[in-house]
């Protein structure tokens, strides 16, 4: 029904968007503060800010907001909802 | 037996823990307030248990030091009470898993319970309980409802043991148990949720920012001001200055004791600030001039934490803080800074690297001043004029930032990025907001005042013996030269070791011109914590690093109280 997205990282989803993450590009490092905070492949995000060009971006997956810096965000990777 | 209390951060440990054992903690609207640990008793079946309110973590493999202490600490106990959100089952059953691999008899406390129905969440508890292995208790701490039973499931704690699994299948593990206990309807945007989207937004974020704060600087200001003119200053000059002038007759009004107790008489009467004996200054000091302050700075402080306000602060503050070398999540430990020094330093445990803890605890320990100095340099600056308040706050802030900004660039590596979870915004449980502020004001009362009085005390000793005029001849060039102060100033910058307020009120005996007492106060602020912060500096530090910062804090305040004196000279300021 939903005619899948482009992929994109979080910080260039529009805002209110939503889409699915697909993939956590970036060392284990990151993919683990991800996962323990619950932003792993397979979740729905909606995104709600960008503060600034380069400032942190803020999301809601599982009905938690969460607030993410931007070279972080940029490592989320998104296939966006129609 | 030992019990441990585990799980998320800001899923409501410490109220579950107030509520279990009695003992009063500090809790509040945002992730990672607890960062030590607490520990208390409890009877279960009437034997007496230890219980331990553990940090909170999203994960027993550790990124800051909260976490560690968590993750240390699991093995530890005979028993976990695993602390859930229900409000966000999926979020806090990963850590829940990770759990039940411990070979560890566990229950589950299924928080806040009572918020569940009007968000739309329906929970299967006996599904739940069945697929967990463990008992699965409802509870509404802060409503203390569910407690009981709780305590009275922990004897039928499971043991469960279930083999270790990877990161990936234990999520997938999280999504089949949802799948099967939870039932969400749609419910409509609540107003709350439209106010939380619209404080991180840009524009809107920052116009709700520049509000919330001027608000709250207001609230403290007018608060604390309306406590001293209608309450302390009435009280001090109508009912205990007349049984301080009986005594001081009474004491021949002169002497050794006289000045100890009473202090000197200025223009023939007693005065609060600058009289200085125990009796008069030694009390008008802590109780009419910073407690107003104290009570009205953590009244504003408390709401702000309760209310869910501070991580939106954080991360709208994020782009600006990253130029001193810290995401913005270390603005909680700054604004904490503003009451004490104290636990604005041990806050600083939120922050995930050495390097952001060393920055963080370096720049509160220099320039932010705690509410004990505030107050007495809004009393005694702000006598001179407000432009003057202004420049002692501006070239304070301006360090904060600069020093920030030369730190990060000097230290080698990167601060990490921020990562937090932002809470809803909830109304600030009123009986646990007025339980922290009382809290903190006894906290004050109890340390505060006995050290206060024991300055005054040393102080008139150490003028009566002549100790101060030696130590005042050996650092006459800095003081006189360089910072262009009187040289009994440094007898107030040595008091400033014990108690800030105190050192401030010693400037006020020493009649300064406007520019003095300005580059005084500044020097006070940023020179040498008060003992009760170098202690707990060297307690997160290490000695190593206390050193080098006590280093950066003696060159800084040397450098800017100099620039400050030459700047002002030259604008012919006295």
């Known amino acids: 029904m939903t005619t899948a997205g482009p992929l994109k990282p979080l910080t260039d989803m529009k805002t209110d968007e939503t889409g699915t993450i697909v993939d956590i590009l970036g060392g284990e490092g ?44 940029s490592k989320v990777l998104v296939k966006a909802a129609g | ?50 219980i331990i309110d553990v940090p909170g973590s999203y994960t027993l493999d550790p990124s800051s030091e909260a976490e560690r202490v968590a993750a240390e600490m699991v093995n530890t106990g005979d028993v976990i009470i695993n602390v859930v959100n229900a409000t966000n089952l999926e979020r806090n059953l990963y850590l829940t898993l990770q759990l ?11 928080n806040m319970w009572d918020d569940t129905r009007h968000r739309g969440i329906d929970i299967d508890l006996n599904r739940l309980e069945a ?36 990161r990936d299948e234990r999520w997938v593990r999280v999504g089949q148990i949802i799948d099967q206990v939870q039932q969400i309807s749609h419910k409509h945007h609540r107003w709350f949720e439209r106010l939380e989207d619209a404080s991180v937004k840009p524009l809107s974020g920052f116009f709700i920012a520049a509000a919330v704060l001027s608000l709250s600087f207001l609230v403290i200001r007018y608060l604390g001001e309306s406590i001293i003119g209608y309450g302390m200053d009435p009280l001090f000059e109508g009912l205990w200055l007349p049984v301080l002038d009986r005594l001081s007759a009474f004491l021949g009004g002169g002497g050794i004791l006289h000045d100890v107790l009473i202090g000197k008489k200025i223009d023939g009467a007693i005065d609060f600030v600058q009289s200085f004996g125990l009796l008069s200054s030694g009390l008008y000091v802590p109780f009419a001039m910073v407690l107003p302050y104290i009570v009205s700075f953590y009244l504003v402080l408390g709401i702000l934490e309760d209310s869910g306000y501070l991580p939106r602060l954080a991360v709208l503050m994020d782009t600006a803080m990253h130029r001193i070398g810290l995401h913005g999540f270390a603005i909680i430990p700054t604004l904490l800074g503003l009451g004490c020094n104290v636990p604005a330093i041990m806050a600083t445990r939120i922050l995930e690297s050495r390097r952001e803890r060393f920055i963080a605890a370096t720049l509160v320990a220099i320039a932010i001043p705690c509410a004990s100095l505030q107050a007495m340099i809004v009393g005694l600056v702000g006598g001179k004029g407000w432009v003057y308040l202004a420049v002692v706050y501006g070239t304070l802030f301006l360090v904060w930032v600069l020093l920030g900004a ?16 932002i809470p809803p915004y909830r109304l600030p449980p009123w009986h646990l907001l007025f339980q922290k502020l ?37 650092v006459a060039p800095v003081v006189t030269g360089v910072l262009g102060l009187p040289r009994e100033a440094i007898t107030a910058i040595v008091v400033g070791f014990l108690r800030k307020d105190v050192a401030m009120g010693m400037l006020a005996l020493l009649d300064l011109g406007a520019r003095q007492l300005v580059v005084g106060s500044v020097v006070l602020a940023m020179s040498f914590p008060c003992i009760a912060t170098f202690v707990v500096l060297l307690r ?6 206390l050193i080098k910062s006590t280093a950066i804090m003696l060159f800084s305040a040397v450098a800017v109280g100099g620039l400050l004196n030459a700047i002002l000279s030259q604008l012919g300021i006295h």
Do not use: C
């Open chain 2, 540 to 545: 997160e530090l290490g000695l190593r690093d």
């Open chain 1, 30 to 73: 990151v993919t683990k503060r991800l996962a323990a905070i619950g932003v792993i492949p397979g979740k729905t995000v909606k995104k709600i800010s960008s503060i600034s060009a380069r400032g942190p971006v803020t999301i809601k997956i599982d009905r938690a907001q969460l607030a993410l810096g931007y070279g972080m965000a």
């Open chain 2, 100 to 110: 039940l691999e411990r070979d560890i008899p566990m229950v589950v406390a299924l």
């Open chain 2, 406 to 421: 030369i730190l990060n660039r000097v230290l080698s590596g990167l601060s990490p990025e921020l990562l937090i979870e």
């Open chain 2, 131 to 166: 697929l967990l292995g463990v008992p699965v208790v409802p509870t509404a701490a802060i409503a203390g409802q569910g407690v009981r039973e709780l305590v009275d499931t922990l004897p039928q704690a499971r043991r469960v043991a279930n083999p270790p699994q990877s």
């Open chain 2, 1 to 50: 037996m030992k019990i441990l209390l585990m799980g998320n951060p800001n899923v409501g440990k410490s109220v579950l823990f107030s509520r279990l054992t009695g003992v009063r903690v500090i809790s509040s609207n945002y992730p990672g307030t607890t960062v030590g640990f607490t520990r208390g008793f409890l009877r279960v079946r009437g034997e007496k248990a230890e």
């Open chain 2, 438 to 474: 009382w809290m903190r004001i006894w906290g004050f009362l109890l340390e505060a005042v006995p050290i206060v009085l024991a300055a005054v005390l040393v102080v008139n000793l150490l003028y009566l013996t002549h100790v101060f005029s030696l130590l005042a001849d050996l």
